[in-house]
């Protein structure tokens, strides 16, 4: 008890005697206990870093292989690859994320309300066809089906939501949401939506995956398209706080990054796209994600 009261998960109001914070009632909640296990996944990860790193001359990951994932796992497969043939750990990873995306429930509501309800780019679209959000690799869409149901007047047009197949296995969509299994590293079958999503996407991603991505995600939009980012932005002047600095490494064990700004500004731009806005996502929280909203050049 005295370990976690003194990182906080507790608090010791009298000497001996502890009492609940709002983390340590969160870590009961059985959803969440997901977020444990995946951070001891990361965390034995780490543990092979210095051979890895040894291995590859210390070498920042640059594609989809090697990473310190396959070097631990001795695969050459991504994580999400792996994750097919492994059932059990599915499970913990969808866990995992449902968890994160519940823990930032107040933010993304409100969020997926204002792209949802966003007047159309073009209003004499027909709006029976018109797709309103297709949310690329959205996971298991909880939050999306939620919100798009609470809707009232119900949203105008299609909302798409995409993942690889087994990860959508038995989703409802209910009456709003249509669930479509789509690996992203090919081309996107939705074209000219108003908005496609990326929401915690390309931080798993060495940059020649995420060229791929907007490769595919561009030859699909319309000149009224946006594709929006929801991932963290790094100063570029360095001084990255010790949580995205933790994400970074946590991220490139699977060789993906957390980005700076620039580095943003140069891989949309090298895919046609030209930035539009970048701002933090809840204004109130220090360190939030940040909203990356970019149309073509
Ligand atoms: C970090 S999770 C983010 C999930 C969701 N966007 C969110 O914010 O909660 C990454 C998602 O990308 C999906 N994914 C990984 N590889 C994919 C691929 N090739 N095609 C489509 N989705 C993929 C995973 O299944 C997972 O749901």
């Not at 479509?180 to 991603?205: E, K």
Request: net charge negative; proline share 8%; hydrophobic share 40%.
């Amino acid at each position: 008890m005295r370990t976690l009261a003194a990182i906080g998960i507790f608090t010791e109001p009298s000497p001996g005697v502890y009492a609940h914070t709002l983390q340590s009632q969160t870590l009961r909640q059985p959803q969440h206990r997901a977020v444990i296990q995946g951070m001891a996944e990361t965390a034995t990860l780490m543990t092979a870093l210095p051979d890895f790193l040894e291995t590859h001359k210390w070498q920042n990951p640059v594609d989809a292989q090697p990473t310190l994932f396959g070097f631990a796992h001795q695969t050459d497969q991504t994580m999400f690859e792996w994750l097919e043939s492994q059932p059990e750990q599915r499970a913990i990873f969808a866990a995992f994320q449902s968890s994160t995306a519940a823990l930032a429930v107040c933010q993304l509501q409100p969020f997926l309300r204002s792209l949802l309800s966003a007047p159309p780019e073009d209003p004499s679209n027909d709006e029976t066809r018109e797709v309103t959000l297709v949310d690329v690799g959205g996971g298991r869409g909880a939050v999306l089906r939620q919100v798009s149901d609470e809707l009232d007047p119900p949203p105008r047009g299609r909302i798409v939501l995409q993942d690889l197949p087994q990860v959508l296995e038995g989703v409802d969509g209910g009456d709003r949401v249509e669930v479509m299994p789509y690996n992203f590293l090919q081309p996107q079958p939705v074209h000219g939506a108003r908005t496609y999503l990326f929401r915690h996407i390309f931080h798993n991603w060495s940059d020649g995956v995420v060229a791929t991505i907007l490769q595919n995600t561009v030859a699909a939009m319309a000149p009224s398209s946006r594709l929006v980012i929801v991932d963290l932005v790094l100063p570029d002047g360095g001084g990255a706080s010790p949580y995205a600095a933790f994400l970074d490494v946590s991220m490139m064990a699977f060789g993906g990054m957390e980005r700076t700004e620039a580095q943003w500004r140069g891989i949309l731009g090298r895919a046609g796209l030209q930035v539009r806005r970048i701002e933090p996502l809840d204004a109130l929280t220090p360190g939030s994600d940040q909203v990356i909203e970019a149309v073509l050049a």
